[in-house]
């Protein structure tokens, strides 16, 4: 999987959005927004309904234009020349539409027409078997299910080689199994080296696939979080004495913060410590039960991030 670090090179930037402003008749639905995205990321784009999510997309995708900022996509400005700055570039926004007496099959082939594109056989066949689409092909979509229409939109988001997807709520109406693979396939592309912008409510899935994290509320970015860096030194412990164990860091002044469950979260200066540390610890005889490195809890962190926002929001009213 490709490596974002803090100092990564600005070439591999695919997204940037750089102070993004939306207002609809005076009312500022996305304001002054700024973030990127690199290359082989999967980007969690986080937030409440009306938060901003749905029109940064559309700006993102040339359908809306920002009332100020600017917004550019493998180094173009999508407002300037959208056709090379959205060339590889695949999305599913809002609720994708079909022709409903038409196949699945049928309308991927009438979007690649208007579209002009010029696919073969075996990538349409390719696409509907990477999606789970493979036997109802042939079905007209009007009796897809709401998961099955999804997973359409996914296949025609995918015919062209992306480079770049831009996935608005894709998960919708999916049910487990289809939820496992459609995040498996993620993965896979991500691996190869696809970027993924994706906005999602089910934030167990958008966990395990996100690599890093914007939260946006009120149309402003509340929030990014790089998941490999800023939680790499941080590590959980749990021993059979938890006051014991609490006393034995105080003594050593090493900063650790009780959890719930009689645990301790502690920030490492290295992450090699964290080896050192457990043999101090069973040098001192405290009976591990459990040490790994730890990971917030990505609900935590969204509430936390959100309850923020709601109280800066009240603050300005009164």
């Known amino acids: 999987m490709h490596n974002y670090t803090k100092d990564q090179d600005k070439s591999d930037v695919m997204i ?6 939306k207002k609809y008749r005076g009312l500022t639905v996305v304001d002054h927004i700024s973030f990127e995205v690199y290359r082989g990321e999967i980007c969690g784009f986080l937030g409440p309904n009306g938060a901003g999510k749905t029109t ?3 700006m993102l995708l040339g359908l809306l234009r920002p009332t100020s900022g600017r917004i550019e996509v493998q180094g173009t400005d999508v407002h300037r020349n959208a056709p090379a700055a959205l060339d590889g570039v695949g999305a599913i926004v809002e609720e994708s539409r079909f022709y409903p007496y038409l196949s699945g099959e049928q309308n991927l082939r009438q979007a690649l027409r208007l579209r002009n594109l010029d696919i073969t056989e075996t990538a349409i066949e390719e696409r509907l078997e990477a999606v789970g689409l493979k036997e109802a092909r042939s079905r007209r979509v009007k009796g897809y299910s709401l998961g099955m229409r999804q997973r359409l939109a996914l296949a025609l988001a995918l015919l062209q080689d992306p480079v770049i997807l831009v996935l608005d709520e894709p998960m919708n109406g999916l049910d487990p199994t289809a939820m496992r693979e459609f995040r498996l396939h993620l993965l896979q592309l991500s691996q190869s080296g696809v970027t993924v912008l994706l906005s999602s409510h089910i934030l167990s899935e958008v966990e ?6 914007v939260f946006i509320n009120h149309g402003h970015i509340v929030g990014i979080e790089d998941l490999r860096t800023d939680q790499a030194a941080q590590a959980y412990i749990r021993c059979a004495e938890p006051k014991r164990l609490g006393a034995w860091f105080d003594t050593r002044n090493i900063e650790a913060e009780a959890t719930e469950d009689g645990g301790y979260r502690l920030h490492l200066e290295r992450t090699e410590d964290m080896a050192s540390l457990i043999r101090r ?3 001192d005889g405290m009976d591990i039960l459990e040490a790994r490195p730890y990971k917030e809890n990505l609900e935590r962190q969204y509430m936390d991030r959100m309850a923020i926002t709601e109280k800066e929001t009240q603050n300005v009213e009164a």
Not at 16 to 21: A, L, M, N, P, S
């Open 16 to 21: 940037k959005f750089d102070r993004v402003t």
């Open 56 to 58: 940064s997309l559309r």
């Open 208 to 213: 395990q696939l996100a690599t890093r994290l």
């Open 281 to 283: 610890l069973v040098h």
